[in-house]
């Protein structure tokens, strides 16, 4: 395998997709090794079948809006890879997502779902239709008219849609009642549905619980916990607010959190009702954080990512590139020894070389953070059984799946000096599962 030459080609083919060219070349680049010893993914043309998506899927979504004005935005859904069982990734409700965005995320999944050991395949997909400031009946009419193209791509053997940015509980209980009204049936077709109606427990916390569980696996090989630790988290939504709980939990303490307008700095700690007005502040759709700065007397910073602050363990959990290398610089020189990412992607290249080069322990997204996917896993599970398993019981069986993620990671990431390269081995564990499934299958 030639990385430059097929990034080359993928350049020419895809131009301007600066988020999907650069998740493709990480994965590349991490496991030119071990492709070049299998002879077999070159003549299955493995790498040439997987960096593309078995098809991309573009819908308009019309809807009519509380003034009675018709609005048009436009709908997506990407299905990458099903090699390993059916296509799952969640959707997007944000003005940002564009084809690349949602590429690079389907790309991600793939690997990420893998490494679950649960049988998902990668999908993503959303729409640029903005929920914030829009009433619940407009996002209501959006989603049912979201679901009218959608439900013919859907099913519960064949693509598994969640939630992501813009997506909560909320979206997925409109999504859902148009598909069960539509498709005439109940199924578990989307996953982070309501408990009441085949949701699982533990979900909306999930990828921040996971996140932890990784970082906290990390710690253990120096030997160290979260116990006493300072952390520095961002973003404030789903991801951010189980991080914060569980940290909390262990013992660390949470000083910032962040969200487009800037960041708040809480050196008492973010815990308590603290943790709870963050979720009140995401149910009124609000995406800034200066409220809870107001709310709680603690210094805001506008315009700025919390990087700058001193910390032991950095969680950044807000969206991709989001951590960049002046960013990354701050957090080493401050003496921060641990960066786990809880979003997708959020350090830029330049950020993840700087951490590697300071030997500290660093994780990618598509490991650190499919906690969220794997309890949609488990949910599907509960589904197909009809039946639900206890907080207790989903939790740990997350706690174990991030154990496992980690350990497989570990294996195929260490080098000869004892340096574990968590992102070359949370690639190669999932490249190898996928790629000897399409291997065995033939070329289809």
């Not at 080609?9 to 071990?34: C, F, M, T």
């Not at 030997?359 to 949910?379: C, D, H, M, Q, R």
């Not at 197909?384 to 496992?404: N, P, Y």
Request: proline share 5%.
């Amino acid at each position: 395998m030639n990385v430059e030459k097929i990034m080359i080609d993928l350049e020419k083919k895809h131009p301007g997709e600066v988020e999907y060219l650069q998740a493709v070349r990480e994965v590349l680049e991490s496991i030119e090794e071990v492709y070049n010893q299998n002879p077999h993914f070159e003549t299955s043309r493995i790498i040439e079948r997987l960096v593309e998506p078995d098809r991309i899927l573009t819908f308009k979504v019309p809807w009519v809006d509380d003034r009675g004005q018709v609005q048009v935005n436009l709908g997506y859904r990407i299905q990458y890879n099903n090699a390993i069982g059916p296509y799952k990734g969640g959707l997007r409700f944000h003005p940002s997502v564009n084809l690349s965005i949602l590429k690079f995320l389907g790309f991600e999944q793939i690997f990420k779902n893998a490494l679950t050991t649960l049988p998902m395949g990668g999908a993503k997909g959303g729409s640029d239709f903005n929920p914030k400031g829009r009433s619940d009946a407009e996002i209501m009419r959006f989603c049912q008219n979201f679901m009218l193209e959608l439900w013919k791509l859907i099913g519960p053997e064949t693509d598994v849609p969640a939630g992501d940015i813009g997506v909560g509980g909320r979206e997925i209980g409109f999504l859902f009642g148009m598909y069960r009204k539509l498709a005439r049936e109940n199924t578990g077709v989307l996953t982070g549905k309501g408990q009441g109606w085949g949701g699982s427990l533990v979900r909306p916390e999930a990828t921040g619980f996971g996140n932890v569980y990784f970082a906290n696996e990390m710690l253990k090989t120096k030997g160290e916990s979260f116990s006493g630790k300072t952390v520095c988290i961002s973003g404030f939504g789903n991801v951010a607010w189980g991080a914060a709980q569980k940290a909390t939990e262990l013992g660390a303490k949470v000083v910032t959190l962040s969200g487009p307008d800037g960041y708040v700095y809480d050196p008492d700690g973010v815990r308590g009702e603290k943790i709870d007005y963050m979720l009140e502040l995401r149910a009124s759709n609000n995406d800034v954080v200066q409220p809870y700065a107001l709310e709680f007397g603690v210094e805001f910073h506008p315009g700025k990512h919390p990087w700058e602050v001193k910390c032991d363990i950095a969680l950044p959990c807000a969206t991709q590139n989001e951590l960049d290398k002046q960013d990354a610089q701050n957090l080493v020189n401050n003496g921060c020894w641990c960066v786990c990412e809880g979003a997708n992607m959020p350090s830029t290249p330049a950020a993840i070389e700087v951490f590697q080069q300071a030997k500290i322990l660093f994780a990618p997204g598509k490991a650190a953070n499919a906690g969220g996917v794997a309890t949609s896993g488990l949910e599907m599970s509960q589904n197909s059984m009809k039946l639900s398993w206890s907080r207790e019981e989903v939790d740990a069986r997350l706690h174990q799946i991030m154990k496992d993620i980690h350990h497989q990671c570990e294996v195929n990431g260490r080098k000869p000096d004892g340096y574990v390269d968590y992102v070359k081995g949370a690639n190669v564990s999932g490249f190898l599962k996928v790629a000897n499934a399409m291997v065995d299958q033939g070329v289809i």
